[in-house]
């Protein structure tokens, strides 16, 4: 059991895990944005035909567990990580693990999560959390979102790892087993990997349906939603896109003020001022995404109702889509090395 | 977007935590901070709740007019998709739309009616004896 876990909230809990695990080790220069942009974790991606919830099955980040994995081959982590088919065999490993004083991560459904207010449950399975301890029958939760620490009973903790439906967690729970020497050069080279990869994800992609094409696509299709859907389901479908967009977890904007905090961060550890402007572009576009939001939401509450009003949402996309190339375009000729 | 500009509206979310959003401070650089909330996604969020009770609604009445089983309402109203109840239960989606037929429903042995119970979290009575308002 841990006595001095120190707590850390972050916007989103991928990074939120990644950036606590390391610095429980001692690594204190890890911050959210770093984590965020080594893992390359901004995206964008308009699945056809798929739906979440009734909506259109759009994702502001990259896949649940590539920024982990990312940033872990990034700075020579290895990991101790396993899923389950027995709950028992599950629990016990946890418990194992804890009273040898380590800091767990764990992936949990966030449908039975207890202290969740109810109105954000729902059947999402790729949430992560820490646990650090457990006193009687209730665990020692760290969960990344949330200000303070929390306790999960013992029956609740299992629940909620063996959660079931997409991406069910299968008691998956993972811990830094060894870590290589980071320096500087290990840092730098981390993040200039992510850039690249972030690069290559949001404008060399093939397809229409990923990163900055993937925007313009669904700036064209909002625009016929009026007509096709009828007010009421496309009040829905936008009502969807902006609680990807901005629910708990982005940083606000998409997850683009993440990755523009990221890059004046990366300015400073790669000694290259060029990478500030970028970042600014990153600033820009997030606080577009953020005009749209409050376009869609002039929507869904009824009050917008016109051809017009969809277009301007079109409009507002296809600039960020602009913005959001020229952006990676401009990363991509720095030449990173 | 500046640190003056984050909105504190009042979301479901703040009696568990304020969410940290990254903001440019007054000189400019990046930091986080805590926000409560912003109206703009408290009602995108109402909206999919709205629709949400729209649907447990019907799902009410299709039982009453004979047309779903309480395992149709339960489905509907614990938010599942088949994937998850096929998980819970171990029922293939094709088993689970049948027995969401009140034909279906009353050929249900105890024995499957208990994983259907202990999926919504809720007793076989609740499920057998389901009454509509």
């Known amino acids: 059991m841990i006595k001095d876990f120190k707590h850390v909230q972050t916007a989103h809990c991928e990074n939120g895990v990644i950036t606590s695990l390391l610095r429980h080790q001692g690594f204190d220069f890890m911050t959210e944005p770093l984590a965020f942009g080594m893992g390359a974790g901004l995206f964008y991606i308009h699945i056809p035909y798929l739906k979440v919830n009734g909506g259109p099955m759009i994702s502001f980040r990259t896949m649940p567990g590539w920024i982990f994995s990312k940033i872990c081959k990034s700075l020579n982590v290895e990991l101790d990580r396993r899923k389950f088919k027995n709950q028992i065999r599950a629990q016990k490993y946890l418990d194992q693990k804890i009273s040898e004083g380590i800091a767990v991560g764990c992936q949990v459904g966030v449908y039975n999560l207890t202290y969740f207010p109810v109105e954000y449950r729902f059947h999402f399975n790729a949430h992560n959390l820490i646990v650090y301890g457990k006193e009687n029958d209730n665990y020692l939760i760290s969960d990344p979102i949330m200000e303070e620490v929390t306790t999960l009973s013992t029956n609740d903790l299992n629940k909620v790892r063996f959660a079931q439906g997409v991406l069910a967690p299968k008691g998956h729970l993972y811990f830094p087993k060894k870590i290589g020497r980071i320096d500087k050069t290990v840092i730098q080279k981390a ?17 229409s349906i990923v990163g900055v094409t993937g925007i313009k696509r669904t700036a064209n299709k909002i625009s016929t939603w009026r007509d096709k859907l009828g007010p009421r389901k496309a009040g829905l479908y936008l009502g969807q896109i902006v609680r990807m967009q901005e629910e708990i977890g982005t940083g606000g904007g998409g997850f683009r003020f993440l990755y523009a905090a990221f890059l004046e961060q ?36 009824g009050r917008l109702t016109e051809q017009k009003d969809y277009d301007a949402i079109t409009d507002i996309m296809t600039e960020i889509s602009d913005i959001e190339k020229n952006a990676f375009k401009q990363l991509n000729k720095l030449k990173l090395k | 977007m500046k640190k003056k500009d984050l909105p504190q509206d009042k979301s479901a979310l703040d009696v568990l935590t304020k969410e940290i959003c990254y903001v440019k401070n007054s000189e400019g650089k990046y930091e986080p901070d805590l926000s409560s909330g912003w109206s703009v996604k408290i009602a995108a969020l109402d909206n999919a709740w709205d629709d949400i009770n729209e649907q447990v609604a019907a799902a009410k009445k299709a039982i009453r007019q004979g047309e779903k089983s309480p395992i149709y309402y339960y489905f509907v109203k614990t938010l599942m998709d088949f994937q998850v109840l096929s998980g819970y239960t171990g029922f293939w989606k094709y088993s689970i739309k049948k027995h969401m037929t009140p034909s279906g429903f009353k050929k249900l042995s105890d024995k499957k009616l208990a994983k259907y119970a202990q999926a919504f979290d809720i007793t076989i009575d609740q499920l057998v004896n389901f009454k509509v308002e």
Do not use: C
């Open chain 1, 191 to 207: 993040i200039i990997s992510g850039i690249n990869r972030n690069t290559t994800m949001m404008i060399k992609a093939p397809g």
């Open chain 1, 266 to 301: 990366a300015a400073d550890y790669l000694q290259e001022d060029r990478l500030m402007s970028i970042s600014d572009q990153f600033t820009k576009a997030g606080d577009l995404w953020r005009s749209s939001a409050v376009q869609m939401a002039g929507i869904y509450k």
